[in-house]
């Protein structure tokens, strides 16, 4: 669509119709067909904004019509994707600054025919573009979808390996070689699933290139068993990487083959009986295709527990479970006709309310959080009293995608208080719209590079001789300043970027790595990840495959993970830890030693490194207690044959209580700050 060809759907907001009248001639004079509707005042500008749909909004900003500012509050608050333009009779530099502020696009002079066509051309075919833009995402998530259902609804069993390993198989080929989901397929290499005799014929297999190649092999069962099947391999894309894809058909039947598909079973969380993530970011996208579709809009609400991580702790891992079911409870009590209702994560729940105004799903949010904080909740005898904070926003045309729905109510979420516990989300507030910035910039840094990594060394006290750093991530920001990685992270937790950062971070820093190495010695990198990238199916082939790209021995990277997540995301993380085991890199955890739970992570996770949470350091120097805590924990953490690490340290008063606990290895602002540089030098004696 050529937009200087196209009918432009105006509103305006002028001192009159007549006075307004000059600036469509203008616009007609330049090829527009345009269509305007004047407003007279703010009830008729939310009246018209409900039942039409418009291109463009005019607002002169002296106008004594309407009041200009709350004309643009309106506009902006539908969320609905409509560029504003300011008209005035003069230029002010700071007019221009102060509607660029409030989220005008551009202000321009009246009398200036040529600047006001120009804008007008940009803003519209910026729109056009836009619309266009999100049209193709939906079909593109349409097209994902469909192949996504072909794969696993094949006969066939399809698998897609990368660097050897799975990072896709759909049911038949899971129920073949008697796995039950993703999760443990992912750390098994299909070499362990082939008959020994034929390893050598699927290592040339795997080479190829180019075409098709088909193998006649013995397949490995889970449970030992053999059975005769045929590979066809073939390079291919999936999720964007590079891999095979292999189809296998048995030789023989197999009347064993489970071939009733579970998928209520899949759609659930196990714990709470509601919706998993999985579901909820399917029907949030299936609600982004219709809002951008039909102009509709559909709210959606973001709950968590006040101080949640505290009660955590109080009540161990099992209280949780019962706290969050009784939770659950309570949503499937309160809820309305057509909602989705899942666990989206550790305390958060989320809620789709189809066919809902906002005003009735705000006046829904209250009656559940009368019910969560009129409930008494019991775990082991013990009452407690829970308080939600629910941020709620709208599926509209104007995200970016389904995810950004959800990040807005994340972001309400954020600004609730204990006395303001339920916000909608306000897109004419600044301060959401610096959000919005924020993860923009993120987006832009990851394609330009415009993250900064420092690293601080670990030093040990017990002599070895090798070079151990821990690498954090910034974000450099175009007025020169810098954001913390702990800063911005609240920002990216569910924008989907959370993997994406940590590639790029990884990948920096296996660069920065290889040639450190160059320089002579042993290195080795301590790299904090989130807990996407360990539900990630594709990292371990992608960080395989870079690993050897880079020419870094598996060992040289310790990918880190706090000890928050390896027991909220405790399947995951097993499954991570035994991804790594395969390559042989080691895990570490960090923050370690304040959740007291029944449930070890030392039984699932194979922990190389273990890095003890500051608050153990605080007191060290003056506290005998603190001395006794720090010391049963280092022998508990020695005992399962885990190496230490101390954070936090300031000065030298403690080195020597550390070095009789056992301790070993430090790290702290008092040997050095982090830096660009990794160029402490772990020779000199202290």
Not at 64 to 74: G, N
Not at 590 to 611: E, V
Not at 614 to 643: C, G, M, P, W, Y
């Amino acid at each position: 669509m050529k937009p200087n060809k196209a009918t432009i759907r105006i509103l305006l907001m002028h001192d009159n119709q007549g006075d307004a009248e000059p600036l469509l001639n203008n616009l007609r004079n330049n090829g527009f067909s345009a269509r305007s509707h004047f407003i007279a005042s703010e009830q008729e500008l939310k009246q018209v904004l409900k039942t039409q749909t418009w291109d463009l909004a005019f607002i002169k900003l002296d106008t004594d019509t309407v009041d200009p500012i709350e004309c643009a509050k309106i506009i902006l608050g539908t969320e609905k994707d409509i560029p504003i333009i300011g008209v005035v009779d003069e230029y002010n530099p700071e007019d221009l600054a102060n509607a660029m502020t409030l989220g005008l696009q551009d202000v321009v002079v009246e009398s200036q025919e040529r600047h006001t066509h120009l804008v007008t051309a940009r803003e519209f075919k910026a729109l056009c573009i836009r619309r266009e833009k999100r049209k193709s995402q939906i079909e593109l998530i349409e097209s994902q979808k469909r192949c996504q259902l072909l794969l696993e609804s094949s006969k066939d069993s399809i698998t897609y390996v990368h660097e050897g390993m799975h990072i896709f198989a759909n049911k038949t080929y899971m129920d073949m070689f008697g796995y039950d989901d993703m999760d443990e397929l992912s750390c098994m290499p299909i070499m362990d699933m082939i008959d020994a005799n034929n390893i050598t014929q699927l290592k040339e297999a795997l080479k190829i290139k180019t075409g098709e190649h088909n193998i006649e092999c013995v397949g490995l069962h889970e449970d030992g068993s053999k059975f005769k099947i045929k590979m066809t391999l073939s390079p291919a894309i999936f999720d964007g990487e590079s891999c095979l894809q292999i189809v296998i058909r048995r030789n023989e039947e197999n009347s064993t083959v489970l071939e009733e598909e579970l998928n209520e079973m899949r759609q659930k969380d196990l714990v709470t009986g509601l919706y998993n993530r999985t579901h909820f970011t399917h029907q949030l996208d299936t609600y982004y295709e219709l809002a951008v579709k039909n102009a509709q809009q559909t709210p959606v609400i973001y709950l968590s527990i006040h101080k949640f991580s505290e009660l955590k702790n109080e009540v161990g891992i099992a209280g949780t479970d019962l706290l969050l079911k009784d939770i659950a409870d309570i949503l499937t009590q309160n809820q309305l006709a057509k909602n989705i209702q899942a666990r989206y994560r550790d305390d958060v729940f989320t809620i789709i309310y189809p066919d809902q105004s906002t005003d009735n799903v705000l006046q829904q949010a209250k009656l559940i959080e009368q019910a969560i904080i009129q409930n008494l909740f019991e775990v082991d005898g013990k009452t407690f009293n829970l308080k939600p904070l629910i941020g709620i926003s709208n599926i509209n045309e104007k995200n970016e995608n389904a995810a950004q729905a959800l990040s807005h109510a994340h972001q309400s979420n954020i600004q609730t208080t204990l006395d303001n516990s339920i916000v909608a989300f306000d897109p004419s507030d600044a301060s959401n719209l610096v959000d919005d910035g924020l993860l923009s910039q993120l987006k832009h840094a990851i394609e330009h590079d415009h993250f900064n990594i420092y690293f601080q060394p670990i030093v040990s006290l017990r002599g070895d001789s090798k070079e151990h750093y821990e690498a954090t991530l910034s974000l450099q920001i175009p007025d020169g300043t810098e954001i913390n990685g702990s800063e911005f992270l609240t920002a990216v937790v569910d924008s989907g970027l959370s993997s994406k950062i940590d590639r790029w971070f990884i990948k920096s820093c296996a660069i920065i790595l290889a040639k450190q190495r160059q320089k002579g010695g042993y290195t080795r990198l301590f790299i904090p990840i989130s807990f996407e990238t360990i539900q990630d199916a594709g990292f371990m082939p992608w960080f395989n495959g870079l690993l050897k790209e880079a020419r870094l021995p598996s060992d040289t990277i310790s990918l880190q993970i706090t000890e928050e997540i390896a027991h909220t995301y405790l399947k995951a993380a097993k499954t991570f830890s035994k991804s790594l085991d395969v390559i042989k890199t080691p895990l570490s955890v960090s923050q370690y030693g304040l959740i007291q739970s029944d449930l070890s992570i030392y039984k699932h996770l194979n922990i190389t490194y273990i890095k003890i949470h500051e608050n153990f350091v605080k007191d060290l120097a003056t506290s005998d207690e603190s001395q006794t805590k720090l010391n049963e924990l280092v022998s508990d953490i020695h005992s399962r044959e885990i190496r230490s690490i101390v954070t936090h340290i300031e000065s030298a008063t403690v080195m020597a209580t550390l070095w009789q606990a056992g301790v070993h290895y430090i790290q702290g602002q008092y040997f050095q700050s982090p830096s660009k540089q990794m160029d402490y030098n772990f020779s000199e004696e202290d």
